[in-house]
């Protein structure tokens, strides 16, 4: 059974004739028989009594209110889908890592609301694993997460490069490694660490970067919020490494201080993190989405790329 069956039917109902209803269904009249043909072949019933008039037969009779439903409800169905792709929709649900939202979603979200007055903005802070899961799950349309390949290696996905920071030490004013300007890697390792609760692409980093250097992680308490983080420091030796967009505005508190981390010895490189923009093909088509994309592309990233022409990673 096919929609434009049951409109055939509902055509002919309507105006009494074949004729009538193909004019209706702007169609031939030989399309409308092969249609009711069908349908009545489906059902295994006859559905009119084809004389000068076309009239119901009691099948036809029992059909009438069911087909009246269908149809109307794909109507609504259609007119709903139109409104989708009009950007008629009702929220935009995004999740973003904790120092995203902090400090660069703010002036985007003033924007977004100025443009599409009409669409409720949603955000969430959440950790970069529960941030991709809720977005896989249909829970949120975009995802600004920390790049993680094993995550975001689908099909399914577009993943835009937005940006890459440094990370840095948090810690006391008056903490041992404050002499430092950029702290060895030796020194660091020393002193025990705050670090993000699992789930959290920070505390993936800071680990598989101790792996790498064949040290030992002494995290000795997890946290999720920036403010906890900077609590807990500025107590006394504990550490944290954290993004540098995570501590833009410490210089304000006496009480804490950052340091770079000097290059670790075996890569020579600088411990750094990957900041993406990750939403699914299908949302891409809705204009609220693609705009808001866009607008995270420009601002956040470098503003060469459209979110639309992001590559899924290999």
Not at 71 to 96: F, M, N, Y
Not at 164 to 186: K, N, R, T
Request: contains cysteine; aromatic residues 6%; charged residues 20%.
């Amino acid at each position: 059974m096919r929609i434009e069956q049951l409109q055939a039917f509902l055509a002919i109902t309507e105006t009494g004739s074949f004729q009538q209803a193909a004019r209706t269904c702007d169609c031939t009249q030989s399309t409308i028989s092969r249609q009711i043909q069908s349908l009545e072949e489906g059902l295994g019933i006859s559905l009119f009594h084809r004389h000068h008039q076309a009239k119901l037969t009691i099948g036809g009779e029992r059909l009438l209110p069911h087909a009246r439903k269908i149809c109307a409800e794909w109507q609504l169905a259609r007119k709903s889908i139109e409104h989708l792709l009009a950007g008629k929709q009702p929220d935009l649900c995004v999740a973003a890592i904790h120092s995203v939202c902090a400090n660069m979603l703010p002036p985007i979200l003033q924007q977004f609301c100025h443009q599409h007055p009409q669409v409720q903005l949603r955000v969430t802070a959440l950790g970069s694993d529960r941030a991709l899961k809720v977005l896989k799950d249909g829970l949120v349309d975009i995802a600004i997460v920390m790049d993680n390949r094993l995550f975001t290696a689908s099909p399914d996905l577009v993943v835009q490069n937005l940006y890459q920071e440094p990370i840095e030490i948090l810690m006391s004013a008056d903490h041992p490694l404050a002499a430092y300007q950029q702290v060895p890697w030796a020194e660091l390792v020393k002193y025990p660490q705050v670090v993000f609760k699992d789930g959290y692409g920070m505390q993936r980093l800071v680990q598989e970067q101790f792996i790498k250097q064949g040290s030992k992680l002494n995290a000795v308490l997890e946290l999720n919020t920036l403010d906890a983080f900077r609590g807990v420091v500025r107590q006394g030796k504990l550490i944290a490494l954290l993004p540098k967009s995570a501590l833009l505005d410490i210089h304000s508190d006496p009480t804490l201080t950052a340091r770079s981390i000097e290059p670790t010895p075996k890569t020579g490189t600088s411990l750094s993190r990957q900041v993406i923009l990750v939403t699914t093909t299908d949302r891409l088509q809705i204009p609220p989405i693609q705009f808001f994309c866009d607008l995270v592309s420009k601002q956040m990233g470098d503003g060469s790329e459209k979110c639309g022409l992001g590559v899924p990673p290999s």
